[in-house]
Every structure is written in structure tokens, then in C-alpha cells.
């Protein structure tokens, strides 16, 4: 189980939390009907570090991004998600 | 080859057993192939055999970065059953069944196919709904499918808790009698063997590392046992999908996540059949040995660690425990995790791909070994001429941009909500 750092609850037990979605498949809200169509289908799927989407489902309910090595497990960053936060 | 025979076995009794031969050649790779197959697991290696048995192809690698079926095809828990929903599904693993059941004469080698019978338990109305549908969507392709009432399956299965103050109610269940399970490893070194033996070089500890562009096109890997030119390439790497065609530029409607299975250690035999539920996310089955193998759900977040997590596995027993409180007396002896591919709409990935000479096998989720034989017949097919077999043609890569996704539960690019 990983030990994840909500910006808002501090360190928590993964099974509070819930993974919804990589940063990458988000389409901004301009995008086309194609690039949309792109983005939600297709993943750079790394076997290295990507940026994830969780939230604090069973604590603060607050959505962040994590900043995770998929191979490794380590977290190098966990930040709130804001207006800014997402593309 | 050398044929394997009870006769061959009663020779060998007598001069000490010394005729046996290694199954399969170590050669060094050659400069040049017609084809390259990336990866050396169950579908790499039936797409080698199909490809020389079939296509009558002489000059073709299998490169596997480890040993041959040391990725999923030796860690999966050998549910072998074409009981879906959907006609290109239906097609392509009814197909697969068909070879399974005379698999083992097929390549000389004993995979040990038991069509024991693969169950579906439901636990509600809805369930047994969702089940007949399911029955009738496969018997009406001509698949085998029996809706069984509570006192068939507690007959089949009388270690079940079929009390109503159990904690799953069991009103009744969906069965598919020529499903069952199989010997993994056997099914990698048959096919291994069986290739072998028609001269497909079988090169493990070889990993691909990039691609050799010639323009649009692939002409070559490169290995890190050198560069290897190839007419064509098949990528063929299951969980590592995503990694091996990024080397190629491409971007795949794949994510790869970590699934996990379990055994006990062995007793008498005392699970019959092939436990699986409409609702709950966990199945069960005895193997030869007698251990009882347990699977549940992937770990729901991406991840190519190749380990999983405690939380998750102890979600898939509780929920085998509160079926069968029999096997609570059981110790584990061991877990492991294999990287799964799970695509965006829960099929396969077979076909072409934008980069010219560049082919796709991939996406098989939780629940390609089944489809093993199908998966390299068709492989080889497309392979061999550059165009899809009529089982895959359904399964090409650009169904996700058209919109032509085979999506058996609905849940669209989000593997994790599956
Ligand atoms: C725990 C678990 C349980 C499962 N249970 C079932 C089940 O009950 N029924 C079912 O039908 N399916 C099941 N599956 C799924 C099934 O195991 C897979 O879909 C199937 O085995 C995939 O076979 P494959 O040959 O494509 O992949 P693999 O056997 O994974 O082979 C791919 C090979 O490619 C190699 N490779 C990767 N990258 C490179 C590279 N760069 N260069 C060279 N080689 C490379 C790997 O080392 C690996 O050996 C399960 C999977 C897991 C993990
Ligand atoms: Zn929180």
C-alpha cells in the first residue's frame, strides 16, 4: 500500500484514496471533436514517471495530482488541483 | 523433433532416460529475419509456430527480453472459456476453443486442457438476468451455455455457502462445460518447441530496445544483443505494450495495470469446476496439484511493477472465503502479479499499426491466455500477409478513432471503472 500526501489531510493510507485518471487524458474544454477523441483514447502509459489524478474519496473528498514512477512506486509529488492545475 | 510418446518413455526406462534433448535450440541471433516477433510469451510464440506451420515462413525470430513465458502466459490462473457477450468476441474465442480442445496432439505436448467447466454464480435477480442474456447471446452463435439453478450449482459445487443467510446468496449460475483451465507453462514451451522444431530461432534474454526507421517504415530492432533486421516486426509484449510501441512514437488506447492471483497448498480434490461471479470480483479453481488458485480484480491504478498490492488481495479472498468457508482452513503458500494491458474497451488489440512493417498484438487485459491459440493463428495470418485474418479484421487498432469499440461492459477508456 502506498503512503499518499494529501495537500489538504497530510499523509494517508492509499485505501482512502481512489485513482481516477492520468493528466494526460484530460481534453481542454476548446479542444475539437478529433483531439478530444485522441486524448481520451490514447495514454502515453510510461514505464516511468506520469501524472496522475486520485482523491481523497474516504477522507477530504478534495481531487490532486500525483506525481508517481510506475515501476517504482514512489511519489515524488502530490499537489491540490486547482483551475490552474489541469489542462 | 524428437516425437514424444509412452512408447519413447518405456524406451527410456531402460537405457536411464538418456534420449531426452533440450525441447528447443539457444542460437545466436542472425542479422536478418522476414519476421520479428517481440516478445516471447504463449501469443509470440503460437503466432511463431502458425507462421512456419501455416504460412510455411522459414526465417523468423522470437526475441524475449527474459526467459519464454516468464511474463503473464506463466503467471495467469489458465481460464480457458468463449463465453461473452458479443459476436466478434464470440468468433475469435470460439475459434481459440476449438484449437484448445486438440491442442496437446497439435503440438505433441501435454498442456493439459481440462474442460472442467468455467461458472458464473449469480446473486440476484438482476443477476440471473444478466447471466440468461448472456446464455442466450452465445448458444444463438452456437456456443454452449446452461443457466443452472440454485440445486445444479450446489450440486456441482457442494462446498458453497448455499444458506440464505449467506453472505453472497447464491440464487443460480451460468455455465460453459467445454471451458475449463490448462497447464500455462506447457502452452509456452509447446509452442516453443513446436516452432523450434520448423526453425524459428527462439532468442530470449533479448530485449528490444528501439526501432530501425528506414523513412515511414520498420526495418530492424535493436536488441541489446545487437541490431536485428526484419522485413516485418510484431510487437507481442502484453503489460509492456504501451513501453515497446512508445519506442516506435506511438500512443496506444492502453494502460497497463498490475493483476494478481494466489495459491494454497495442496489438498484433495474439492473444487470442481471454474468459480467465477456476476458481481462480486474474485474467482477460484483447483489445479492439478490441488491448490486452490484465487484471482480478484487488477489493481485499479496504473502500473508495470510487476508486484501488487496486500488491500487488493485481500478484498478477492474475503469475498472466496464468504463463497467457499471451507477454504479459510487453508494456508497460502504464494502470490504474484503479472503487468496486464488493458485496453479501452476490454478487447483485444490485433493488427496493424500507422508505422509501415509494424504490427500490434496487445490489450488482452486480464483474460488473453485463453485466447492464446486464436490470437497467434490470427497474428500469423495478418503477419504473414499483411492484411487481417476475418476474426481480427473487427480487432484493428483504429477501431478506437472510429468509434467501433467491442466494449462488453460499457465503460469505455476508463480500464480502472471496468
Ligand atoms: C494474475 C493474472 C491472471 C490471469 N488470468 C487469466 C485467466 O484466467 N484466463 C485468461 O485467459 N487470461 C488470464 N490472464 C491474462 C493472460 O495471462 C494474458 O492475456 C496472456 O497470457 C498474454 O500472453 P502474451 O503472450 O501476450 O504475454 P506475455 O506472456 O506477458 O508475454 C510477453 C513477453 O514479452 C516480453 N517482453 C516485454 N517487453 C519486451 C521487449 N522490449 N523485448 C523483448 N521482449 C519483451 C516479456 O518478457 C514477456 O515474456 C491473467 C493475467 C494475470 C497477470
Ligand atoms: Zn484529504
New binding site residues.
Partial sequence: MMLINCPHCGPRAQSEFVYERTVDSVAPAGASNDEAMQILFTRSNPRGVDDEIWRHTFGCRAWMVVTRHRVTNEISQVRAVGPEALP | MNRYSAFGLLRGALNGQKHWQPAWRDPEPKAHYDIVI?????????TAYYLAKVHGLKNIAV???????????????????SNYRQKPLHDLFEFGLKLWHNLSDELNYNVMFSPRGAMFLGHSDADMVKLAERGDAMRCDGIDADLMTRDEVAKLEPLLDMSRSARFPIEGGLIQRRGG?AR?DAV?WGYARGADSFGVDIIQK????GFVRDGDAVVGVE?TRGRIGAGRVGI?????SG??AG?AGLKLPVESQ????MVTEGVKPMINS?IMSQSLHC?ISQSDKGGIVF?GDPDNWPSYAQRGHPMVMEGAIAQGLALVPALSRLRMVRT??????MSFDGAPIIGETPVRNLYL??G?????????PA?GWTYAHTLATGSPHALNAPFALERFMRGATIDETGTGPMPNSR
Fill in positions: 517481440i516478445g516471447g510469451g504463449g501469443h509470440g510464440l503460437a526475441l524475449e527480453k527474459g526467459w519464454i513465458g516468464g511474463g503473464n502466459t506463466g503467471r495467469n490462473t489458465t481460464i480457458v472459456r483451465t500455462h509456452a533479448c530485449e528490444v530496445t536488441t507481442c509484449v502484453a503489460g509492456h513501453h515497446v519506442l498490475t493483476l494478481q492471483a471454474v474467482y484471482g504474484w502479479s503479472g503487468v496486464t494491458d498484438n496487445g488482452w487485459c486480464y483474460g488473453g491466455f485463453k485466447a492464446t490470437s
